[in-house]
């Protein structure tokens, strides 16, 4: 049974770069069909989709993030990585690693989803 | 940037049947999925292109679409169903992804 697992800082300064890694034990990210992908939650809000990876390194991401956000992977180490950078007290969240099952590139749902990791921007 | 749109609350007493609702304007055109979050815990998928239904989860978890709309439906609600919970699809190009707000199901 696939397990994903977020791990970084839990604070990050105003303007500096949040960078989190999600580690997949139990399954891999070079298996196809699956898109990884991270997901955040405000506290006290709704989610908000990130952006995904495939492990071909292909990516998509929010288009209200884009701008901010790297999404990396790594075979090797059977992980994946997010990266936003000159954040503000907004982007203080809840961030979630999970699984895309796609069956098509806009055919998918996400499952499972790692524990979440709460990222807090302050100085 | 495309929306989907939940009531902010649902209440049912138990046993009853609670329905919760999902609009979006490319609901007939993607799929939408369903999740369920409880108080410090992760979501969990509960529903999957519209009307499935993952292994694990209870025969009392139900979804339907008809046109916007799609609707997913507890039946005979119990209290460890108090919960918040998430649509989820695609824009009309089912490229870009979208959460709808979250609806909190109080079970009276």
């Known amino acids: 049974q696939v397990q994903l697992q977020e791990s970084g800082p839990g604070l990050v300064k105003p303007s500096e770069t949040l960078s989190l890694t999600c580690t997949v034990s139990g399954g891999s990210v070079s298996s196809g069909s699956y898109y990884w992908s991270w997901i955040r939650q405000p506290p006290g809000k709704g989610l908000e989709w990130i952006g995904y990876i495939y492990y071909s390194g292909s990516t998509n991401y929010n288009p209200s993030l884009k701008s901010r956000v790297t999404i990396s992977v790594d075979t090797s180490k059977n992980q994946f990585s997010l990266k936003l950078s000159s954040v503000t007290a907004a982007d203080t969240a809840v961030y979630y690693c999970?699984?895309?099952?796609?069956?098509?590139?806009?055919?998918?749902?996400?499952?499972?989803w790692g524990q979440g990791t709460l990222v807090t921007v302050s100085s | 940037s495309y929306e989907l749109t939940q009531p902010p609350s649902v209440s049912v007493s138990p046993g009853q049947t609670a329905r919760i609702t999902c609009s979006g304007d490319a609901l007939p055109k993607q799929y939408a999925y369903w999740y369920q979050q409880k108080p410090g815990q992760a979501p969990v998928l509960v529903i999957y292109k519209d009307s499935e239904r993952p292994s694990g989860i209870p025969e009392r978890f139900s979804g339907s679409s008809s046109g916007t709309t799609v609707t997913l439906t507890i039946s005979g609600v119990q209290a460890e169903d108090e919960a918040d919970y998430y649509c989820?699809?695609?824009?009309?190009?089912?490229?870009?992804?979208?959460f709808g707000g979250g609806t909190k199901l109080t079970v009276l």
């Open positions: 999970a699984r895309r099952v796609g069956e098509t590139t806009t055919v998918g749902w996400f499952d499972p």
């Open positions: 989820q699809s695609a824009d009309s190009s089912g490229t870009y992804l979208v």
